[in-house]
């Protein structure tokens, strides 16, 4: 029987939403997340998807932020972090 294939999630922050709160970095059991140099607009540095590989799609980041900046979707192939700024289509991968 073969080994099933460890899941691959896309960890998502809207950059210009975060406030450097720490939340999501403090609630992380898997220590995905940390809070990055890149300032949004707002002069907040934002979170980010340090460690993706690690991530097991609890979701306890989404549903800890207060201001809705991060999320977390089934991705493919491998796990990666991504700050989007003003639309999805201009999600840069780190």
Request: with cysteine.
């Amino acid at each position: 029987m073969s080994k099933p294939s460890p899941k691959a999630f896309d960890i998502v922050t809207i950059g210009d939403r975060c406030k450097e709160c720490e939340i999501c970095v403090t609630v992380c059991p898997t220590k995905v997340l940390v809070i990055s140099d890149v300032m949004n607009r707002n002069g907040y540095k934002v979170s980010f998807a340090a460690n993706p590989d690690k991530c097991i799609g609890c979701r306890l980041c989404e549903w800890s932020c207060p201001d809705f900046a991060i999320f977390v979707k089934q991705g493919e192939g491998k796990s990666r972090g991504l700050i989007v700024w003003s639309s999805p289509e201009k999600a840069v991968a780190r």
